[in-house]
Nanobody
Framework: QVQLLESGGGLVQAGGSLRLSCAAS???????????MGWFRQAPGKERDFVAS????????YYAFAVKGRFAISRDNAMNMVYLQMNNLKPEDTAVYYC??????????????WGQGTQVTVSS
């Protein structure tokens, strides 16, 4: 079992930046395997959408069209951390952001483990 804990959300003005963090841990205090990781987001009344993914080694990343060029996903396997740097934020980026562990892809079904989410609110 993998536990994921997101942090770094908050309120920011349009054009601003935030950095989300996701800490992964297992029963032994660290993960038993290195997962592909993803970030998803869910706005009120909408479905959970893919944002970005990164493979287990950190060498392959993929982004949703809406965030490409503005967001950057990265990871530090030694620290069991995954990050999402969000720049030039827009009001439409407002959502709860979730960290997920599984097999890299754009579908939520490809991820077996989820965090509780962190709220990001972008004011205009």
């Amino acid at each position: 079992q993998v536990q994921l804990l997101e942090s770094g959300g908050g309120l920011v003005q349009a054009g601003g930046s935030l950095r989300l963090s996701c800490a992964a841990s297992g029963r032994s205090g660290r993960t038993d395997r290195i997962y592909d990781m993803g970030w998803f987001r869910q706005a009120p009344g909408k479905e959970r959408d893919f944002v970005a993914s990164i493979d287990w080694s950190g060498t392959s990343t993929y982004y949703a069209f809406a965030v490409k060029g503005r967001f950057a996903i990265s990871r530090d396997n030694a620290m069991n951390m995954v990050y999402l740097q969000m720049n030039n934020l827009k009001p439409e980026d407002t959502a709860v952001y979730y960290c997920a562990a599984g097999s890299a892809g754009v579908s939520s079904y490809q991820y077996a483990h989820w965090g509780q989410g962190t709220q990001v609110t972008v004011s205009s």
